[in-house]
């Protein structure tokens, strides 16, 4: 019997395939891989118990969406994230989150202002015990939040094909020391100005928290090129 082509077999390696490469892309993004980091197709069919043709299929679609680069002699590294990438994904954030919260601060139902506060509040649990991981994945709930608090299908819609460029600057930023303690106090106040209906304020506090997010970004970016080259010295 012919075989219909997308069935059976075919959708199988498929969908294999695609959850490869989104659980690499996942692992990318949260920092498990760092930049530079060499990818193993062996490695990865060993880790994933399968042959290794699905898994050099995912690693060419993370090449395509710029996760990955292959170099002659190399293999395939992970690529960081560029001082010029930072910039670009920063701008457009400022953006973006200042109109949602403005948004927000005009729009959001009580059931957005109560969910924002749980977050918050599990921030704050979370960073007084300096757990990174999940202070990082409230960060992403929060600006999700923010994002559906606004009431903006157009903007959710803007923003959504940049979410993991985003998760992934966002995983290095909160990483760097000191940073937690300061964001925590930025998204509290971003959310006390959207619970106390204050558009203005609520837009110029997400502007700064994001310009903040950014610059300390760079500052960890300009040092990890300074170690490496004077590591080469």
Same mark, same amino acid.
């Given at each position: 019997?012919?075989?219909?082509?997308?069935?059976?077999?075919?959708?199988? =390696?498929?969908?294999?395939?695609?959850?490869? $490469?989104? +659980?690499?892309?996942?692992?990318?993004?949260?920092?498990?891989?760092?930049?530079? %980091?060499?990818?193993?197709?062996? +490695?990865?069919?060993?880790?994933?118990?399968?042959?290794?043709? *699905?898994?050099?299929?995912?690693?060419?679609?993370?090449?395509?969406?710029? $996760?990955?680069?292959?170099?002659?002699?190399?293999? /395939?590294?992970?690529?960081?994230?560029?001082?010029?990438?930072?910039?670009?994904?920063?701008?457009?954030?400022?953006?973006?989150?200042?109109? =949602?919260?403005?948004?927000?601060?005009?729009?959001?139902?009580?059931?957005?202002?109560?969910?924002?506060?749980?977050?918050?509040?599990?921030? %704050?649990?979370?960073?007084?015990?300096? @757990?990174?991981?999940?202070?990082?994945? !409230?960060?992403?709930? $929060?600006?999700?939040? !923010?994002?559906?608090?606004?009431?903006?299908? *157009?903007? +959710?819609?803007?923003?959504?094909?940049?979410?993991?460029?985003?998760?992934?600057?966002? /995983?290095?930023?909160?990483?760097? *020391?000191?940073? !937690?303690?300061?964001?925590?106090?930025?998204?509290?106040?971003? $959310?006390?100005?959207?619970?106390?209906?204050? *558009?203005?304020?609520?837009?110029?506090?997400?502007?700064?928290?994001?310009?903040?997010?950014?610059?300390?970004?760079? @500052?960890?970016?300009?040092?990890?090129?300074?170690?490496? =080259?004077?590591?080469?010295?």
């Amino acid at each position: 019997m012919t075989r219909r082509p997308g069935s059976g077999a075919d959708y199988e =390696a498929t969908s294999l395939r695609l959850r490869i $490469f989104e +659980k690499i892309r996942e692992d990318i993004v949260n920092g498990r891989y760092r930049s530079g %980091e060499s990818l193993v197709e062996g +490695k990865l069919a060993e880790e994933f118990g399968v042959s290794r043709t *699905p898994v050099r299929e995912a690693i060419r679609q993370l090449e395509l969406e710029g $996760f990955v680069r292959s170099i002659p002699n190399r293999g /395939v590294i992970v690529e960081g994230i560029t001082g010029r990438e930072v910039r670009e994904i920063f701008t457009i954030r400022r953006l973006i989150e200042g109109l =949602a919260a403005r948004w927000a601060a005009e729009r959001a139902t009580q059931e957005d202002i109560d969910r924002l506060d749980e977050v918050v509040a599990l921030m %704050e649990f979370y960073t007084l015990r300096n @757990n990174a991981d999940q202070v990082t994945r !409230l960060d992403t709930s $929060f600006h999700s939040l !923010l994002i559906e608090a606004s009431g903006s299908r *157009p903007l +959710k819609n803007t923003l959504g094909g940049l979410m993991l460029h985003i998760q992934r600057a966002r /995983v290095a930023s909160l990483r760097v *020391p000191g940073r !937690l303690d300061r964001s925590l106090e930025e998204h509290k106040d971003i $959310f006390q100005a959207i619970k106390d209906r204050q *558009p203005d304020l609520a837009e110029n506090l997400t502007t700064m928290h994001v310009a903040n997010a950014q610059e300390n970004l760079l @500052n960890m970016l300009r040092s990890e090129e300074y170690e490496t =080259a004077d590591s080469r010295a």
